[in-house]
């Protein structure tokens, strides 16, 4: 009887530490450890598992590359693998490239064929994300409704947009 009774308590034990394997607190981990029911994505590139809203997944480069996105004639700011190109506005100016040890490639807006191969190089032969695209002012001033109808205009920033009958007929009509 004495037997019976710690064979069944033997049994009894072993189903109890059967059922108590721990299961991780949030859910199932993903392939890189990382638990996504409480938030949690792998950011490749810190190398870590974060929530993006509590901490931005992005590199040193792309970090220094939005503070370009600010600055006054700015088309558009991109990261080309170590790189942060900075498109001018300014017409003829073309691209300025920023290396991470302070060097610049400056690369006017020429054809291909008139580049240099450093330039060549990083506008053809570089991967490029954009990290900014600021938003760019009416260059023309819509004036139609004052009663004069704007048929020659300038080509600075402020000058009326030129109108025509169809564009402005209260103006033009």
């Not at 069944?8 to 530490?17: D, G, Q």
């Not at 949690?40 to 792309?62: D, G, I, S």
């Not at 030129?162 to 402005?168: G, S, V, Y």
Request: with cysteine; charged share 25%; net charge negative.
């Amino acid at each position: 009887m004495r037997t019976i009774t710690i064979i069944a308590l033997s049994i009894l034990t072993l189903f109890l530490i059967a059922g108590c394997v721990e299961k991780p607190i949030g859910g199932e981990r993903d392939e890189h450890g990382c638990l996504p029911t409480a938030g949690y994505t792998w950011c490749e590139a810190k190398q870590k598992c974060l929530r993006t809203w509590e901490e931005p997944c992005e590199t040193e480069v792309e970090t220094r590359a939005k503070e370009f996105c600010d600055d006054e004639n700015i088309g558009a700011v991109y990261v080309c693998d170590d790189y942060i190109q900075v498109v001018s506005m300014v017409p003829g100016a073309g691209s300025t490239f920023y290396k991470s040890d302070g060097t610049t490639i400056q690369c006017p807006l020429v054809a291909p064929s008139s580049m240099s191969e450093e330039c060549r190089q990083l506008f053809f032969e570089t991967e490029c994300e954009e990290v900014c695209t600021p938003e760019i002012p009416a260059i023309c001033e819509d004036k139609c409704g004052d009663g004069i109808c704007q048929v020659i205009v300038c080509l600075g920033t402020g000058c009326p947009c030129a109108e025509t009958p169809e564009t402005c007929p209260e103006d033009c009509g």
